[in-house]
């Protein structure tokens, strides 16, 4: 599967914002996807995951309460929905795609471009 991943950019501490992820090829139900990110000189660290139907999810703590996963099955599309920004939110935010349920992004098959996401007063 291939993954678009889109809807970042600058925004102020407090502010939301929503990241989509577009993938094209067959069964992305099939498909846990999960959202990552990465700032400079840091690894890449695990924000959030979302099973197959939705109907289960599982994140990071330190965007548990602010942060939604979300996909619509539909239109191929996985969501992350990030309110209360904070600056350490700052990081380039990629969405992944596999069979693994979890926050090891060696696990993940597929991987999306990324996405900035700035949060700077």
């Known amino acids: 599967v291939q993954l678009q991943a889109y809807g970042g950019g600058s925004v102020q501490p407090g502010d939301s914002l929503r990241l989509s992820c577009a993938a094209s090829?067959?069964?992305?139900?099939?498909?846990?996807m999960a959202w990552f990110r990465q700032s400079p000189g840091k690894d890449r660290e695990f924000v959030a995951v979302?099973?197959?139907?939705?109907?289960?999810?599982y994140y990071a703590d330190s965007v548990k309460g602010r942060f939604t996963i979300s996909r619509d099955n539909a239109k191929n599309t996985v969501y992350l929905q990030m309110n209360s920004l904070k600056p350490e939110d700052t990081a380039v935010y990629y969405c992944?795609?596999?069979?693994?349920?979890?926050?090891?992004?060696?696990?993940?098959?597929?991987w999306g471009q990324g996405t900035q996401v700035t949060v700077s007063s």
């Open positions: 090829g067959h069964s992305f139900s099939n498909y846990r």
């Open positions: 979302v099973d197959r139907d939705g109907s289960s999810t």
């Open positions: 992944a795609a596999g069979s693994y349920y979890g926050r090891n992004p060696k696990m993940y098959d597929s």
